[in-house]
């Protein structure tokens, strides 16, 4: 739908990703790198659960059921992966830090990382599921599934792109928090709500479904960075901790 | 869908149609085309007929054929300097039909008197075609397209599915790619855009040939018959100007006379030498022929061995698929010179007797004294050059035209009779007999000589049906043509003109032409003895200059035979090419043909399509930007604020 309507589409999508990463990430060349390697990560378990399902595809539709069940358990399963990776890592550097006689990653540096962590994955699921899709939306005509006359295909796709897009990125939060303190409610919370999201948009798929579907996927989005700033607020308030465990004292951080 | 390439697919919708295109003229320009550089885009609006258009915003009309004419007249009424109507119209597409409005009236695209400023009289008022609307004639600032069947239901599909939301965006729209060349380049007559390069002249090559075969070196100085028909056709959609009766019911008739007298032996012993001319370009100012008389003048090698003086009787064979009641007319202009077209006219009686036990039992009438002159032919140019030249027309009407659809998408094969046509040919064949026997032969001989009427057919359906087309086994026998489907627009001239013809350059209609005739008369090897007694193979030349490379196609070689056929060059004689390119020249004293001629070119394109889409309205695409652009900012802000609340929260702790 011209150049305006392409942009915007993909600002919806990738808008506050881009802001996230010019205000926190950007500055930390660590950071950048944990981007890119949660990304990737992420896209090795998509190629993974699409060459499980390919056989399957296209497929009736009560094969997006199954489908997305053992894709998100698939992608719960390398999120746990991933943290014990990141533990690995947590261990290296905070060994290197004390060989170079400078301060261990502090509570703060930990929820950088999951935040970037988290914004991997976000911003590689915006860009296969929706930066893709965009192309045509670029050009002077737009499209219209039949099952939803309400909105175009874009801005569907831009909207949920958005919301999982924020899930990700505050789900890691919340992991990291509760793999590393052992409460099993919040580590049940993180699968528990991808699921429940991803299985929310099969409420698109009905006559008129994306009224609720795309509303739905923010507010699974919305949920999750509430219970994400709950926990960093809790984790940051006074008395949860030594002073130099939480920040750095000086600003000049090797991160 | 599948993918995105999918998606893009399922978005656009490309149609089938045949445009109207920008045509020019010493005074100016006329045909459709887009109003500026760039694609024509509105919501496309169906209405039932002509006058309940009415246009609040700018639409795609989607009109039935047979509202056409009363909507461009509507709009020529209408004309104000800018008519609101006019200007509302972004591009105009024509639904594909059966024929199904009321046929009794009929529809011709050309005038009244068809190419009237060539008429060698007066009275340039006569009615010969009561259909025509002169809608070709017409300058149109928007695109036209008829549509194929198939799209004609997609298109009313979409128009109704706009009908149903009350033309609330987002809309069905179609997208019109029309931009002319002569548009961009600012050239809006002939002369400038032939300077310009932005255009082509309108032409082709017109076919002769000699039955028999002619010593062109040293030509014996026999009297010519000169035997003429057309080939080219026109309408308002150039790509489906089929001409069946006019003028190419002539063109078959003549061929299948040629078929039939090839046959016969001892025509070199005739007083009279035969010669067959097919002209192309004649829908456009007769270029075809007013060129040929051009060349004879100028002594060319296009048509070395004929020369004006020793063109004795002309004999054209005009409009004859449709003479139902098997009477054929023979037209002439009062100052023809007496007895050699008596002597015509009593031929084709002479033939029409010999025929009185044939099923058909043709009849052969002079045209009524009560008509202005001849009716619009090929042989006003020769009455221009010389009023007394001793030539008739053959029609299958007396006073108007019996074709209601001359000039139009509707002159099809349903338009003509394939029995008609065979008993015109034998008519016409028997006729060119007797004259070139100087009317001595006897009935006997004339007896003999037959038309193979499934030669007609056959002729009837490469030329005039999708199936089998130019594929046919009559075409394929003798050329490889360069698409399935033809139309019989003349096109336009795409070599140098006085290059030797490159058969690549030349339209399939006329190659066909050129290798029928040089196969029909090609001459006995037996019978020259100069000539190597094996016909040796080609592909396009032969060794011998006297000898043709005839039936060369893509599956096999051709043959060198001896036979006099040429193609000669058609182009408007007001035009020379230089080494700058095409160039106008100055008009001559007394050249009213010339004066006439308004020297047709067709401009320079470089694609030209249709595609329909469903698009949003354009405040639709600046909101979503808008939300874009306040998504990012806010979360720029919001994520600055919760840093900077974090970590007053934190040096609080």
């Known amino acids: 739908m011209t150049g305006a309507g392409g942009i915007g589409y993909a600002l919806i999508a990738l808008g506050p990703a881009f802001s996230l990463f010019v205000t926190v990430i950007a500055s930390k060349p660590f950071l950048i790198l944990t981007v890119l390697g949660s990304a990737m990560m992420w896209l090795v378990s998509l190629i993974a659960c699409g060459l499980l399902w390919r056989a399957f595809l296209p497929g009736a539709v009560w094969v997006f059921l199954p489908l997305l069940i053992t894709v998100v358990a698939i992608q719960e399963a390398v999120r746990i992966y991933y943290w014990h990776l990141y533990l690995k890592i947590e261990d290296f550097l905070n060994k290197l830090a004390t060989k170079v006689s400078k301060q261990q990653l502090v509570a703060t540096d930990k929820i950088q990382i999951a935040i970037a962590s988290g914004l991997g994955h976000g911003i590689a699921h915006s860009v296969f599921f929706c930066l893709s899709l965009l192309t045509p939306a670029f050009g002077p005509a737009t499209y219209y599934v039949d099952s939803c006359v309400h909105m175009p295909l874009f801005l569907v796709a831009a909207f949920t792109a958005l919301g999982f897009l924020l899930l990700h990125t505050f789900s890691m939060v919340i992991a990291f928090n509760a793999l590393a303190g052992d409460k099993r409610s919040h580590q049940l919370f993180v699968p528990v709500m991808h699921l429940c999201a991803a299985l929310l948009t099969l409420v698109n798929l009905l006559p008129g479904g994306c009224i609720a579907g795309v509303p739905l996927t923010l507010m699974c989005a919305v949920v999750t960075m509430a219970v994400a700033g709950k926990i960093v607020w809790d984790k940051t308030g006074s008395g949860s901790g030594d002073l130099n465990s939480l920040h750095r004292v000086h600003s000049a951080s090797r991160l | 869908m599948r993918s995105v390439p999918d998606l893009e697919n399922a978005m656009y919708q490309s149609l089938q149609g045949y445009p109207c295109v920008r045509l020019l003229n010493v005074t100016g320009e006329l045909g459709c085309a887009n109003p500026g550089r760039t694609k024509a885009i509105a919501p496309i609006q169906r209405f039932q007929d002509a006058n309940s258009v009415q246009l609040s915003a700018p639409r795609t009309l989607l009109l039935p054929s047979s ?4 909507f461009l007249k509507r709009l020529e009424e209408a004309d104000g300097s800018s008519s609101s109507l006019e200007q509302q119209v972004a591009g105009l597409l024509i639904e594909y039909d059966n024929l199904s409005f009321p046929e009794v009236a009929g529809f011709s695209a050309d005038s009244i008197f068809p190419q009237a400023e060539f008429a060698p009289y007066d009275t340039k008022s006569y009615q010969w075609n009561p259909t025509g609307s002169g809608i070709m004639y017409r300058r149109l600032n928007f695109p036209v397209f008829l549509l194929h069947k198939n799209s004609t239901d997609d298109v009313q599909a979409l128009a109704a599915k706009n009908e149903r939301v009350g033309f609330k965006y987002p809309l069905n729209v179609a997208e019109f790619n029309a931009v002319m060349r002569t548009t961009k380049a600012g050239t809006h007559t002939t002369e400038s855009c032939l300077r310009e390069n932005s255009c082509l002249p309108l032409g082709g090559y017109s076919v002769w040939s000699a039955l028999p075969a002619m010593n062109v070196s040293s030509p014996t100085g026999k009297p010519i018959v000169l035997a003429i028909a057309s080939m080219d056709s026109s309408s308002f959609f150039h790509d489906v100007a089929p001409g069946a009766d006019s003028p190419l019911s002539g063109m078959l008739a003549l061929l299948a006379a040629v078929d039939a007298l090839a046959e016969m032996g001892g025509l070199e012993t005739l007083k009279k030498q035969l010669v067959f001319l097919v002209l192309t370009g004649e829908s456009f100012g007769y270029l075809g022929s007013r060129q040929f008389l051009a060349q004879l003048k100028s002594d060319s090698n296009f048509v070395m061995g004929l020369n004006a003086t020793s063109i004795y009787q002309v004999l054209e064979v005009g409009s004859i698929g449709q003479a139902y009641d098997s009477t054929f007319y023979v037209h002439k202009q009062a100052s023809a010179a007496t007895t050699p077209t008596l002597q015509i006219l009593n031929a084709l009686k002479a033939a029409a007797v010999s025929l009185k036990d044939s099923t058909s039992k043709p009849q052969v009438k002079p045209a009524s004294p009560s008509n202005p002159g001849i009716p619009p032919s090929s042989l006003m140019s020769f009455v221009h050059k010389d009023p007394t030249t001793a030539g ?24 003509i009779n394939v029995e008609v046509i065979a008993s015109a040919a034998s008519l016409v064949a028997r006729a060119l007999y007797m004259l070139a026997s100087d009317n001595t032969a006897d009935t006997t001989i004339l007896k003999s000589i037959q038309v193979n009427v499934s030669l007609v057919e056959a002729m009837v359906g490469c030329l005039f049906h999708q199936e089998p087309g130019m594929t046919c086994e009559l075409v394929k026998s ?23 013809p490159d058969p690549y350059y030349i339209e399939d209609t006329s190659r066909f032409v050129w290798n029928f005739l040089a196969d029909r008369t090609e001459l006995n090897r037996k019978e020259w003895k100069k000539f190597s007694a094996q016909n040796e193979e080609c592909t396009d030349a032969c060794k011998n200059p006297e000898e043709v490379c005839v039936a060369s196609t893509a599956d096999h070689k051709g043959r060198c035979i001896v036979s006099t056929t040429r193609y000669v060059p058609a182009f408007s004689p007001r035009l020379g090419y230089e080494s700058s390119g095409w160039q106008l020249l100055p008009l001559e004293t007394g050249d009213t043909m010339g004066a006439a001629d308004p020297v047709y070119t067709e401009s320079f394109w470089s694609t030209i399509g249709l595609q329909v889409y469903l698009q949003e309205s354009s405040w639709f695409d600046e909101m979503v930007l808008f939300l874009g652009v306040s998504i990012t900012a806010f979360s720029f802000f919001a994520i600055i604020c919760t840093k900077a609340v974090f970590q007053k929260r934190l040096k609080r702790a």
């Open chain 2, 67 to 70: 509202a056409l004419v009363g």
């Open chain 2, 478 to 500: 003798l050329m490889t043509p360069s698409q399935g489907f033809t139309t019989h627009y003349v096109g336009v001239f795409q070599q140098e003109p006085s290059a030797i």
């Open chain 2, 392 to 415: 008739v027309v053959l029609e299958e009407f007396d006073t108007i035209f019996k074709n209601k659809f001359y000039h139009s998408q509707y002159d099809d094969a349903s338009n």
